[in-house]
């Protein structure tokens, strides 16, 4: 079956039908040279970034990139490599390479391609992912001054600059393998950004702020994120350690997104499979409060990780991950569902578009949520990586604000927050309405019961 969305050719150097052409020579010279199945994925792309500081270019990159990747299973050993030289030589060469592989890799019972009936069969549906944006150098460049500029004119606190940057970047694909699938689109992400310091007699703070979106036209006024970026700044000044203590805490949406990531890591197949997880067994149990929720949604139109199709070409589907609290699947490619004895959950490449969420949605923005704490701990900024996923100890540097009587008293920094995955999913006592649109995985400020937190 062959099922393409048609990119803006003139865009790329080379075309759909040209990729096309590649894979089926690619599984050609695969099933001459002996191979029992294989599969291919041909990309390329192109973009640019550049980087401004204090008005002056520092940064003009352009970037133009394209790559092959090759699968060849003997029986089920399986042999993998790349290039990204696209010449008959190299695609020979390469498929090549992969078989020698193969044939020295032990067999595994679970390697191997989906089974035909699993693979995107229908036609794909345009999602809305290609918005292509080619601005000039000069146009690039006046827009990251603009954002630079609206920051450093918030006031004598912003002293210096770390710079802002505009980055845009399109790119298409040919995914296929020996049973037939053959599927590709074209997609696009364009972000703006700016970081500033904000200095006064107590030292200098640095923070950021940025926006990515697959369509252009839908970056907010340059201003706002420069202007954005120096408030988070100059809010940072005078920060100190907060008092030791078990205290409440709560994520910030940018922060938050994290929790839902070491969710999804512990409940990916990966992890299950190797015994290196705290949710293994957890499949049916409550795990969150009843009133939060986890949704995928793949099929978004313009979602940051939008797919009709995960990487092992299973189409994709909407569903609630969590419900009620209880975890009502995994994360699981062909693979890993294979070593699990489960069904594939079309997340061969991870998760798609993440939105934990409170149902029962009356708890507002940020503000309502630190009203609804009370006293305790605001988290902007963590640092390290310190989370178990075999016990779900978690510890972590982090920097924010502390709150008292619903209200910012303080910044604090160097400090450290340490808890249980377990129980800081158990403990969630709200979550915000505030959620930001440029993550893959969404939440909103999340407010968790209680945490050790360790400062003064």
């Not at 036209?217 to 706002?224: K, R």
């Amino acid at each position: 079956m062959t099922n393409q969305l048609l990119p803006d050719e003139h865009l790329f150097a080379h075309s759909r039908d040209a990729l096309k052409k590649i894979a089926d020579d690619l599984l050609t010279i695969a099933k001459q040279g002996g191979a029992t199945a294989s599969e291919v994925e041909i990309s390329e792309g192109f973009g640019q970034s550049v980087n401004v500081r204090q008005g002056e270019v520092e940064t003009i990159e352009h970037h133009r990139d394209k790559q092959i990747g090759v699968t060849i299973y003997l029986g089920q050993r399986k042999g993998y490599a790349s290039t990204s030289d696209f010449s008959s030589e190299a695609l020979q060469a390469t498929v090549n390479a992969a078989i020698d592989i193969a044939r020295f890799t032990a067999e595994d019972p679970c390697a191997g391609l989906p089974d035909r009936d699993q693979l995107m069969l229908g036609p794909i549906p345009d999602l809305d992912l290609f918005h292509p944006w080619t601005p000039s150098v000069e146009t690039a460049v006046a827009m990251a001054r603009d954002c630079e500029a609206a920051g450093l004119s918030m006031g004598p606190v912003i002293q210096n600059s770390e710079g802002a940057s505009v980055s845009t970047h399109q790119g298409h694909f040919i995914m296929a393998n020996s049973l037939g699938f053959m599927a590709g689109y074209p997609t696009s992400r364009h972000s703006v950004g700016c970081a500033l310091i904000a200095a006064d007699e107590h030292g200098m703070q640095r923070d950021d702020w940025y926006e990515s979106v697959r369509d252009a036209a839908l970056l907010p006024p340059l201003a706002e994120i420069g202007l954005k970026a120096a408030q988070r700044a100059a809010a940072r000044l005078g920060a100190r350690q907060c008092p030791t203590g078990e205290v409440a805490v709560i994520f910030e949406a940018p922060v938050a997104s994290t929790i839902v990531g070491n969710l999804v890591h512990a409940a990916s197949g990966g992890a299950l499979y190797r015994k290196s997880s705290f949710l293994e067994g957890a499949l049916g149990k409550k795990i969150l409060p009843e009133f939060v929720v986890l949704e995928e949604r793949p099929l978004l139109r313009g979602g940051q990780s939008s797919a009709p199709f995960d990487g092992d070409g299973l189409p994709t589907h909407d569903r609630d991950v969590i419900c009620d609290g209880i975890l009502q699947g995994y994360f699981l490619s062909v693979y890993s569902a294979r070593k699990l004895g489960m069904a594939p959950t079309a997340n061969g490449g991870g998760s798609h578009n993440l939105f934990m969420r409170d149902v029962r949605g009356a708890h507002g923005d940020l503000s309502a949520l630190m009203k609804t704490m009370g006293r305790g701990l605001l988290i902007t900024e963590l640092l390290g990586q310190g989370v178990n996923y075999v016990n779900g100890d978690y510890s972590r540097g982090a920097a924010g604000f502390w709150i008292e009587n619903g209200e910012i008293a303080y910044p604090v920094e160097e400090i450290t927050i340490a808890g249980n995955m377990k129980d800081m999913l158990a403990g969630i006592i709200a979550i915000a309405d505030d959620r930001l649109a440029r993550s893959a995985k969404q939440s909103g400020a999340i407010l968790i019961e209680k945490m050790m937190v360790a400062g003064a």
